[in-house]
């Protein structure tokens, strides 16, 4: 498993259990905004920005449906690479604030050339229960796995 020849694949799919809390969230803050004692304008423009946060997040977040949503994790000879219907297979730098959790991974990358990182959020529900216990294991042992891509 630890050799750097050795190969790692998994998938993904969307996760029930994230996109109920996802709209939870949601749904606290739309009521947080239409109680709020502020002005009309002000409460307005923070529901404008809860809608415009959640189309923009919910497929490629949370449904996975839209052309670059991450949906897999590679791990090869050249490095770790995440795939999406839009650029295929992308070369990426996992970041070691990453979290590997029975019930969750939280893969944080950066692709090459920028600066930011991003997130994943893997509840268990996403994968099946071995590949899921695989992906835990591969992120908190892999050999190198905070290197720049090759």
Known sequence: MSSP????????????????AYLAAQGL?????????APFIWRCLGVLMCLAHG??????????NHPHAWQALRRDASGWALWNRAGGWQAV???PDSLAL???????????????SRSLC?????????DHRRL?????FSR???????
């Open 5 to 20: 020849s050795s190969t790692f694949q998994c998938r993904w799919r969307a996760s029930r259990r994230l996109l109920a």
């Open 29 to 37: 803050a739309l009521v947080s905004l239409l109680l709020l004692d």
């Open 55 to 64: 189309a923009w997040h919910l497929p490629r977040s949370i449904l996975l």
């Open 93 to 95: 730098q996992l970041r």
């Open 102 to 116: 029975p019930g969750l991974v939280v893969v944080r990358f950066r692709l090459p050339g920028q600066w930011w």
């Open 122 to 130: 893997l509840p268990g529900d996403t994968q099946g229960a071995d």
């Open 136 to 140: 835990r294991t591969r992120l908190k």
């Open 144 to 150: 190198r796995r905070w290197a720049a891509p090759e």
